[in-house]
T-cell receptor, first 114, second 112 residues
Framework: EAEVAQSPRYKITEKSQAVAFWCDPI?????LYWYRQILGQGPELLVQ????????DSQLPKDRFSAERLKGVDSTLKIQPAELGDSAMYLC????????????FGSGTRLTVV | GENVEQHPSTLSVQEGDSAVIKCTYS??????FPWYKQELGKRPQLIID?????GEKKDQRIAVTLNKTAKHFSLHITETQPEDSAVYFC???????????FGQGTRLTINP
């Protein structure tokens, strides 16, 4: 079964440091999403890509967060500088651009900011 | 924007009994409603979904119902087992935007 790959699985960083997460979607999935899941809550969309273009980044804190998907395949989410409140699970998901369903999550990166 | 409300936040049932989780959504243009199961420290896993042209869907012990008029949908788990213990999330897909909006989650505990 095809999977969405994410790395690292776990990351501990000090506040004010930079941190980056990587995601490789399922082959052929044009749409890629980054979600943030705070412990005890549902995933919240940070940014959505269609191929290499950002479709929705309305919930992305752009003063410290950035995301790119330069070749329309894998993607990187960066936080600089990290703050204590950024501690969460960062989930990547991908889907086919047409039709419904086929929305698959990666294993996530659990970030702890100390 | 779309808002999805999920209830209850916690649910505890005896093994063998049924569990029901309910969600409401705000955007009438939503047309796809998946349910995810998330075990501690793991990714959300799709367990069942329903599209807006269907009122009910069943897969073994799991069923989902959709009431488009009232804009609510529910997850039903029958003959619950200890391995059903997890956090369950409902979601609604905004048509055209291909964006899933999630509920707040329900922590389901099955007591042996």
């Amino acid at each position: 079964e095809a999977e969405v790959a994410q790395s690292p699985r776990y990351k501990i960083t000090e506040k004010s440091q930079a941190v980056a997460f990587w995601c490789d979607p399922i082959s052929g999935h044009a749409t890629l999403y980054w979600y943030r899941q705070i412990l005890g809550q549902g995933p919240e969309l940070l940014v959505q890509f269609q191929d290499e273009s950002v479709v929705d980044d309305s919930q992305l804190p752009k003063d410290r967060f950035s995301a790119e998907r330069l070749k329309g395949v894998d993607s990187t989410l960066k936080i600089q500088p990290a703050e204590l409140g950024d501690s969460a699970m960062y989930l990547c998901a991908s889907s086919l651009s047409e039709g419904l369903g086929g929305y698959t999550f990666g294993s996530g990166t659990r970030l702890t900011v100390v | 924007g779309e808002n999805v409300e999920q209830h209850p936040s916690t649910l505890s049932v005896q093994e063998g009994d049924s569990a029901v989780i309910k969600c409401t959504y705000s955007d009438s243009a939503s047309n796809y409603f998946p349910w995810y199961k998330q075990e501690l420290g793991k990714r959300p896993q799709l367990i069942i979904d329903i599209r807006s042209n269907v009122g009910e869907k069943k897969d073994q012990r799991i069923a989902v119902t959709l009431n488009k008029t009232a804009k609510h949908f529910s997850l039903h788990i029958t003959e619950t087992q200890p391995e059903d213990s997890a956090v369950y999330f409902c979601a609604a897909l905004i048509q055209g935007a291909q964006k899933l909006v999630f509920g707040q989650g329900t922590r389901l505990t099955i007591n042996p």
